[in-house]
């Protein structure tokens, strides 16, 4: 009786142990899709919109929806992941502990980029620009150049720098404009 008793402990104890290991297997899935979808709602967007290559319709189409639902989708993944962390981090040893905090830095990192314009950062309006004289420029012959005139003052501006910066504030003939390229 005593045995059997011994036993029927033992058999729920296995079982317990075993559910655990099933429960913590789901949180670990959870986690990882909870990780996976704040991460790639930052980096996919952020790896298609590239300034300087080519960008597919389709693709960019993609990556704008997914720009677009990044700031939500973000936070409620990074919610759901501390969520998980908080519920793992009993379960685990110090080296799954600092993958998880390591995680959860990257799922932070995803989540605030997420809800930044990092465009403006790569494409900021040129500062304080300074005009010379054709004839005191630098230029080569065959560059390309934006060109507009009001009345009697005109601007030439290169497209090697426009090219990079996209935005211009200037004033031509007592006009404020923003060339664009």
Same mark, same amino acid.
């Not at 080296?95 to 605030?112: D, E, G, M, N, P």
């Given at each position: 009786?005593?045995?059997?008793?011994?036993?029927?402990?033992?058999?729920?104890?296995?079982?317990?142990?075993?559910?655990?290991?099933?429960?913590?297997?789901?949180?670990?899935?959870?986690?990882?899709?909870?990780?996976? @979808?704040?991460? @790639?709602?930052?980096?996919?967007?952020?790896?298609?919109?590239?300034?300087?290559?080519?960008?597919?319709?389709?693709?960019?189409?993609?990556?704008?929806?997914?720009?677009?639902?990044? *700031?939500?989708?973000?936070?409620?993944?990074?919610?759901?992941?501390?969520?998980?962390?908080?519920?793992?981090?009993?379960?685990?040893?110090?080296?799954?502990?600092?993958?998880?905090?390591?995680?959860?830095?990257?799922?932070?990192?995803?989540?605030?980029?997420?809800?930044?314009?990092?465009?403006?950062?790569?494409?900021?309006?040129?500062?304080?620009?300074?005009?010379?004289?054709?004839?005191?420029?630098?230029?080569?012959?065959?560059?390309?150049?934006?060109?507009?005139?009001?009345?009697?003052?005109?601007?030439?501006? *290169?497209?090697?720098?426009?090219?990079?910066?996209?935005?211009?504030?200037?004033?031509?003939?007592?006009?404020?404009?923003?060339?664009?390229?």
């Amino acid at each position: 009786m005593n045995t059997s008793s011994l036993s029927e402990h033992e058999f729920r104890g296995q079982l317990a142990q075993q559910t655990n290991r099933q429960a913590s297997r789901w949180i670990w899935i959870l986690f990882s899709l909870c990780t996976l @979808a704040a991460v @790639a709602f930052f980096f996919i967007p952020a790896f298609i919109i590239r300034p300087f290559s080519y960008q597919a319709p389709r693709a960019l189409f993609v990556a704008m929806a997914l720009r677009q639902r990044a *700031p939500l989708i973000t936070l409620l993944a990074a919610l759901a992941c501390f969520a998980l962390a908080f519920a793992l981090w009993s379960t685990v040893g110090r080296w799954r502990k600092a993958l998880l905090v390591l995680i959860l830095l990257v799922v932070t990192f995803s989540t605030v980029m997420a809800r930044q314009n990092y465009f403006e950062w790569m494409f900021h309006p040129i500062e304080g620009s300074q005009f010379v004289a054709q004839a005191a420029s630098k230029l080569d012959p065959k560059e390309m150049i934006l060109a507009v005139r009001f009345g009697d003052d005109a601007r030439a501006y *290169p497209i090697s720098q426009m090219a990079y910066h996209h935005v211009l504030n200037d004033v031509v003939g007592g006009v404020p404009i923003v060339a664009t390229y």
